[in-house]
T-cell receptor, first 113, second 115 residues
């Protein structure tokens, strides 16, 4: 079965510091997509970053970058220069090419001023 | 363009009642997925509809059902409500044609409280 595991239910980071959120997944597929979604308190879920499994280069979006280790089935999110607005629930998600998106249970990130 | 619209935003229902939630996807998107979000459980997949057909189904009892209309709008129905059905129900829309269009756009959700 395809599963996504986020082992850190909650994390805290000092403002302006760097934090890494962990995610592992299980699949027998060779082609798939991985995502990190952000859900701010009482606000809509939005896509932070996506990674195509066939691409070896790690995706980056401004202060957000991923460390994609396909053999280890690991997909961590690094947030640099953390800001108060980064406080949210972060969900790691996996999707085969033409199938549903499967989400992890989320990591709640607190930003300490 | 308009985002994903879910109605209503909040609902309070009594055990045993039934409820219908609505989701209007982004214009042009043909796939709508439904998720149940509860504290500690993350997002659990309910089902996905594409072009009026259920394409995928999660591991939920038959009390949970859905449908999609020709304009891609989708409804989700829960019958014989139980206290454990209290959750945030999220709808996500995608183009539905697979990669590279897998990015899901979410609505704000419907907060269902069963008392």
């Amino acid at each position: 079965a395809q599963t996504v595991t986020q082992s850190q239910p909650e994390m805290s980071v000092q403002e302006a510091e760097t934090v890494t959120l962990s995610c592992t997944y299980d699949t027998s597929e060779s082609d798939y997509y991985l995502f990190w979604y952000k859900q701010p308190p009482s606000r809509q879920m939005i896509l932070v970053i996506r990674q195509e499994a066939y691409k070896q280069q790690n995706a980056t979006e401004n202060r957000f970058s991923v460390n994609f280790q396909k053999a280890a089935k690991s997909f961590s999110l690094k947030i640099s220069d953390s800001q108060l607005g980064d406080a949210a629930m972060y969900f790691c998600a996996y999707s085969p090419v033409t199938d549903k998106i499967i989400f992890g249970k989320g990591t709640r990130l607190h930003i300490l001023p | 363009k308009a985002g994903v619209t879910q109605t209503p935003r909040y609902l309070i229902k009594t055990r045993g009642q039934q409820v219908t939630l609505s989701c209007s996807p982004i214009s042009g998107h043909r796939s709508v997925s439904w998720y149940q979000q509860t504290p500690g459980q993350g997002l659990q997949f309910l089902f996905e509809y594409f072009s009026e057909t259920q394409r995928n189904k999660g591991n939920f009892p038959g009390r949970f059902s859905g449908r999609q209309f020709s304009n891609s709008r989708s409804e989700m129905n829960v019958s014989t409500l139980e206290l454990g059905d209290s959750a945030l129900y999220l709808c996500a829309s995608t183009l539905g044609t697979g990669a590279p269009n897998t990015e899901a756009f979410f609505g704000q959700g419907t907060r269902l409280t069963v008392v």
